[in-house]
Nanobody, 126 residues
Framework: QVQLMESGGGSVQAGGSLRLSCAAS????????MAWFRQAPGKEREGVAA????????YYADSVKDRFTISRDNAENTLYLQMNSLKPEDTAMYYC???????????????????WGQGTQVTVSS
């Protein structure tokens, strides 16, 4: 059972940056893929970015491409999300997710993930 804990959320003005961290309770080598999702009030959960264990394959939602960067430090069992040029529409609760199973579902499909963190709030003001 992998436990995930996010940190790094906060309030920033538009154009600012934040770096989210997700600490895993065991080696991230045990997870095939890890990802960040977000959910704004009244909206469905949205896949933001994902990366496989080798960190060579990364995937991004169109809405965050060229602004957000996902990375993982397997030695530190930590997943990161660097968020630059933040916009008010990026305001949401951000969740870390991990999966240890093989799946035909896409990397930004929440249904493939069996471990979730509690979330960290990101608020971007205009």
């Amino acid at each position: 059972q992998v436990q995930l804990m996010e940190s790094g959320g906060g309030s920033v003005q538009a154009g600012g940056s934040l770096r989210l961290s997700c600490a895993a309770s065991e080696s991230t080598y045990s997870t095939r893929i890890m990802a960040w999702f977000r959910q704004a009030p009244g909206k469905e959960r949205e896949g933001v970015a994902a990366t496989y264990t080798d960190a060579l394959s990364t995937y991004y939602a169109d809405s965050v491409k060229d602004r957000f960067t996902i990375s993982r430090d397997n030695a530190e069992n930590t997943l990161y999300l660097q968020m630059n040029s933040l916009k008010p529409e990026d305001t949401a609760m951000y969740y870390c997710a991990a999966s240890s199973v093989v799946s035909i579902l896409g990397p930004l499909d929440s249904r493939r993930y069996n471990y979730w963190g509690q979330g960290t709030q990101v608020t971007v003001s205009s």
